[in-house]
Structure formats: C-alpha cells, structure tokens
C-alpha cells in the first residue's frame, strides 16, 4: 500500500491553517462536499504542493440492502479522477432503507448505522463491495463505524466480520480506533480482541477521533479532543503493524491551530512508540522457540491458516469471479511507483451474487430498525429500546447540524427556538429527500403552523421559503391561503 504518512481531515472552515502545517503529508476531503469542476483552492495549492489528498463517501451506503447507486460510485470515481488520488474510501454503514424491496416508503437516517453482522449481510456487502470495485478506477478501502446500538443475533465479532470481507472482496480497510473504543463503551467489545481477528495486512490507513461519553455512552462526535484511551488502541495497532497512514478527524468545534499541531505531534509520537514495541517484541521472539511465541500475530497466524487450506482445496474449486481492482494505477500516478507501493490483494474466496433472499431479509430489518429511529414506528424484537431512544435523539440532532449548515439563514431567523423547534418536527417528519429538501419542509411545516410568533420572523420565513420553493408548492401539496396571499403579497411588493 502506497506509504501516505500523518495526516488531517481537510474542511473549510480550518483550510488556511492546514495549508501552513507543518509535517502534513495527506489530507483527506468528505467526497460528497467537493465538486470536480470547481475544487477548493486550498486542495488544489496541497495538491500543487505534493500532498495527497483522498476522497472520503459518507453517502453510498455499502452495507444497506440495495445495490449501491450508479450515480453515487460516479460521483466518487470523478472526484478520485479529479484529485489525483491513489485510493478512495467508504463506509460499512446503511444510511437509507425502504423502497422497492419492502414496498415501503424511502427512508433516509441522514448517519451512518451499523450493519448486523449475519451471513446475510455479509453475503450482501461483499457483492456491494465488489460492484464498488468495479466501477471505481483506484481501489476502495472500507470503515468500521461507531455504534450506540447492537443488533439481536449476531453470528460474528467485528474482527471476524472484516476478516470474511477481505478474504472474499480483497477490500481495503480504513481502520478506525475511535471507532473501535466508541464500540468498547457502548457494545461492550474488546478493541483487542477486534485487531487480533482482523487482517492488519489489509490497513490502507487508520483514523484518530475525539469525542464524549455521557451517562454510559460514548459519542464519537468529532469534535473533541483526542482522549488516551483512544491513543492506546493506536499504539496496540501500530505495535502490530506499520500503518502506512494515519489521519487526525475533526469536523466541528475546531481548536487553534496550535492544538490541533500537538494532537498530530501526540499521534506521531504514538505510532513511534507503538513501532518500538514491535520491534522490542520481535527481538525478543527471534530468541524464544516458535512453539511457544512465534513471529505471527494472531491475525497473521489466522491468515496464514486460511491461505494454506485454501490452496489445498483450490483444485477442486468452480467458483469464479472477476479479480478485485485493487491494483488499478490512478491516472495521475506512474505505473511503476505504483506496483513497488501498492501490492496486490488477491481474495482467497471470489464471493457469488448474495441470494435475492438475503437481500430482501436485510432489506425488511434494516427498515424495520430506521424506522423505529427516525418515524416512530415500534421498536424491532430484540433491540434495546433505551439505546434506540438515544440513537434516535442523537440522529435528530446530527439532522439539526446539518441543515443548520446547509441552510445558515434558518438558525439565523429562529435564534434560540431554532433548535427545539426543529426537533419538534423531526419527531413526526422523517428524512426522505435529502438535506436541502429537509431544511424547506422544517421551514414549510412552521409557516403552516402560524410560526415564529414573532411577525418580523414570520415574514423573514416566508421570504426565504418563497425564494427556494419554486413558482409551485412542493410536489403540489396544498398550503393554507394566507401562504399563498403572502407569496402574492411578496411578489407584488
């Protein structure tokens, strides 16, 4: 895997600060914020400059029940093409359900949710994952993701599950270790145990988070300060493995730039000191009999074992598939720097096509679980119907963010009411069309309501709804005629 170094989430609002960083090799840019015609200036400067720079989906939802959207793997293959960049990354999450495969109405979570991990979803996100694949001209590397909840019935761990995934697809994984300790607070799982299960042969790179833990549940909130648990499982990683990145993750609540530059210099240091562990453990090994130690970590041992049995049954193998891409060259990086950097990751078992049956198994959980998150409908046998109300707390929140973000005049209009109002409608109004569409149905729903009581508010409301919403009302539905006097009002003034 091509080396990539230390390295920072690249946002705009903490743009002109990366750019002067000192020791920043790569960064790494939330795909679906950038647009390939018009990149940001401060990316094209890195990208001048020699920095790597990888697109990072949030959207695609390999894990959710429906083959992943031609359009989306477009979008993220134009802007690898666009940045140079020798790899792209995704998520194992489902952030949509419903549809034609439960004959119910889309749905969206506007999160990343965690998929159970069964066979069925298993045989499901390998196909997903090899569709990737194929349609993206770098190689795909895959997050394990932060989980408030567990599903009922699991028949692997996480460290089993990754494993079964790159052995069949030959993916790439993007290990996170916020992740891993958010899933010790919450899930109760050991991160340990999870690297000792994994292939870390397989790690393209490794993320570094902050977040919170309020009444017994960690927040993976990526707005926080790197906490020493955190730092721990890094260097239980890199004692086991030389990442060939690592990359500080900050999306809100930026700090000086000085703090973000000592969190850096704390991840360096940990990596180092995780390396020199490694190689303290390895001396030692190379004098104690292999029958009693060895030189394989446990992943590697397991690994090895896979391999063996698998070339000893390969004869008598028929199954067959298309090799994983994961060596495809970037158009901008030169054959042979690529072959000496980017080995080859070939899957050891070509999965099949997952059964229309798992796919529709999964498609009815998954709807019936987001469902009760974000409609209200009952909550699913066998979940925690606690964990569930703080998910869904949390995911209405994350909602608010982003549609603050999206639509900066709303909070601006509201003020303080903002908030709480939002929540309010987002109780009773699933998601169902995106962001954008989302901040015109909040604003929509409080005009029909006679809201903000504030008249001067209400009218500022009124405008701004007016100037998005098209010559017609939103897909024909009716609103009240004092709407429709008011947009003939404002129209005439």
């Given at each position: 895997?091509?080396?990539?170094?230390?390295?920072?989430?690249?946002?705009?609002?903490?743009?002109?600060?990366?750019?002067?960083?000192?020791?920043i090799d790569w960064v790494e840019a939330v795909s679906e914020n950038l647009c390939p015609g018009h990149l940001p200036d401060s990316l094209?400067?890195?990208?001048?400059r020699g920095v790597t720079v990888v697109p990072h989906g949030v959207s695609l939802g390999l894990g959710g029940a429906d083959r992943p959207d031609?359009?989306?793997?477009?979008?993220?293959?134009?802007?690898?093409?666009?940045?140079?960049?020798?790899?792209?990354?995704?998520?194992?999450?489902?952030?949509r359900a419903g549809g034609p495969l439960t004959a119910s109405q889309p749905l969206e979570a506007g999160h990343l949710l965690p998929v159970p991990r069964t066979r069925d979803a298993l045989d499901v996100l390998c196909e997903n994952v090899r569709i990737a694949q194929d349609a993206l001209p770098v190689p795909l590397a895959v997050e394990n993701i932060a989980a408030l909840i567990s599903w009922p019935g699991e028949?692997?761990?996480?460290?089993?599950?990754?494993?079964?995934?790159?052995?069949?697809?030959?993916?790439?994984?993007?290990?996170?270790?916020?992740?891993?300790?958010?899933?010790?607070?919450?899930?109760?799982?050991?991160?340990?145990?999870?690297?000792?299960?994994?292939?870390?042969?397989?790690?393209?790179?490794?993320?570094?988070?902050?977040?919170?833990?309020?009444?017994?549940v960690w927040h993976d909130s990526h707005a926080h300060p790197v906490p020493e648990p955190v730092l721990a499982i890094l260097a239980d990683l890199a004692s086991r493995v030389t990442p060939p990145g690592v990359l500080?993750?900050?999306?809100?609540?930026?700090?000086?730039?000085?703090?973000?530059?000592?969190?850096?210099?704390?991840?360096?240091?940990?990596?180092?000191?995780g390396a020199r562990g490694k190689a303290t453990t390895a001396g030692a090994g190379s004098q104690t009999p292999p029958t009693e130690t060895g030189s394989q970590t446990p992943a590697d041992e397991r690994g090895s074992q896979a391999r063996a049995a698998e070339a000893g049954s390969k004869a008598a193998t028929t199954e067959t598939g298309p090799t994983a891409p994961a060596t495809e060259?970037?158009?901008?990086?030169?054959?042979?720097?690529?072959?000496?950097?980017?080995?080859?990751?070939?899957?050891?078992?070509?999965?099949?096509p997952a059964p229309a049956p798992a796919r529709q198994r999964l498609a009815l959980a998954q709807t019936a679980l987001l469902s009760a998150l974000v409609a209200g409908t009952p909550v699913p046998e066998g979940f925690d119907r606690g964990r569930l109300a703080v998910q869904g707390r949390a995911l209405i929140g994350k909602r608010a963010d982003v549609v603050a973000k999206v639509a900066p005049e709303l909070p601006e209009i509201l003020g303080k009411a903002f908030r709480s109002d939002f929540f309010?409608?987002?109780?009773?109004?699933?998601?169902?069309?995106?962001?954008?569409?989302?901040?015109?149905?909040?604003?929509?729903?409080?005009?029909?309501?006679?809201?903000?009581?504030?008249?001067?508010?209400?009218?500022?409301?009124?405008?701004?709804?007016?100037?998005?919403?098209?010559?017609?009302?939103?897909?024909?539905?009716?609103?009240?005629?004092?709407?429709?006097?008011?947009?003939?009002?404002?129209r005439r003034g």
């Open positions: 895997m091509k080396h990539l170094g230390t390295g920072i989430g690249w946002r705009p609002e903490i743009a002109d600060a990366v750019e002067r960083m000192p020791g094209l400067r890195l990208r001048e031609d359009g989306r793997l477009t979008a993220l293959a134009e802007r690898a093409q666009a940045l140079g960049s020798p790899l792209v990354t995704e998520h194992i999450a489902f952030v028949e692997m761990t996480e460290g089993q599950f990754l494993y079964d995934l790159v052995e069949r697809t030959g993916v790439r994984l993007l290990i996170d270790v916020a992740n891993l300790h958010s899933n010790h607070v919450n899930r109760d799982e050991d991160p340990a145990k999870a690297l000792d299960e994994l292939p870390v042969e397989a790690i393209a790179y490794v993320h570094v988070a902050g977040g919170f833990e309020r009444d017994g500080l993750e900050r999306d809100e609540n930026f700090p000086e730039p000085g703090e973000l530059e000592r969190e850096l210099d704390a991840i360096r240091e940990t990596v180092r000191g060259t970037p158009s901008t990086a030169p054959a042979a720097e690529t072959a000496a950097t980017t080995p080859e990751i070939t899957p050891t078992r070509v999965p099949a309010a409608y987002a109780q009773a109004r699933p998601m169902t069309g995106g962001y954008r569409r989302d901040a015109l149905d909040f604003a929509e729903q409080l005009l029909l309501a006679g809201q903000p009581e504030d008249a001067d508010a209400r009218g500022r409301l009124t405008r701004w709804w007016l100037e998005r919403s098209g010559p017609a009302p939103l897909d024909g539905r009716p609103v009240t005629r004092w709407l429709r006097a008011a947009r003939f009002a404002l």
